[in-house]
């Protein structure tokens, strides 16, 4: 989680901001609380039963989803900015088909309605054009498929950031280890709205607890995190049938 702010930017930009610390994040992500025992487990839980279901992976990072969901016998395919990102999640997940992309353009490889459920776990916030890159998701997927997404909690942004909940604005932060990182700071009402115009329904909208393993990572994080919207939040949502 962000432990520091910083200078405000224009735009988040199209740079791998990951791929400097790939290697680091998934020595991270793979055990850490907020990773292992309360974003992944939620979003899991929030795409249901996935056996024999085509899922796309967003912004797939080093596979640690994908795993998971090769492991409940989806069939998984995935893309990431990052290139050595690609390379961990090609030697964790080899049943995978993962590739270098950057949301900013089509998923031009991949067909209309073609795709069963979409995952896009905490990448939302690094997308300068959203509601392109979510109107390009709902294109790919099924009439009857879905969209798990997650995100940083806009509340524990404001929390941590201050000034007006409302202004829209990107920032620089140092996550977790040191990495420096730039994402969108935008209200709740924003990604609502960009879901909208590009064309879903939301169909639910959780701000998950982290799992009780997690009291045994770190038992302070893990008390914030049952009592304040400090973390994430995550949101399944389906296509408007009616656009």
Known sequence: MPVQTGRMTDLVGTDPQYDVFADDFLDHAENSLHNAHYDRPFCLELLGDVE????LD??????LYAE?????????????????????????VPS???????????L???????????????ALDYVDDRVAALRELRRVLRADGALVLSRLHPTGDWM???????????????FSRGWQVRHWFVPLEKTCEELHEAGFLIERLREPRPSPLAKDVNPETYRRLCREP????AIRAVPDPRR
Not at 52 to 55: A, D, E, N, Y
Request: hydrophobic share 40%; aromatic share 8%; net charge negative.
């Open 52 to 55: 024999g279901k085509t899922v």
């Open 230 to 233: 400090a973390g994430f939040l």
């Open 58 to 63: 967003v912004a797939c990072g080093p596979g």
């Open 68 to 92: 998971e969901l090769v492991a409940r016998g989806a069939r998984v395919s995935g893309f990431d900015q990052s290139p050595r990102m690609i390379e961990l999640s090609g030697q964790r």
């Open 108 to 122: 031009d490889w991949i067909e209309d309605g073609s795709v069963d459920l979409v995952l896009f776990a905490l």
């Open 96 to 106: 995978g088909e993962f590739r270098v992309h950057d949301l900013a353009r089509p």
């Open 160 to 174: 941590r950031n201050g000034g007006s909940y409302f202004d829209e604005r990107v920032i620089d932060e140092v």
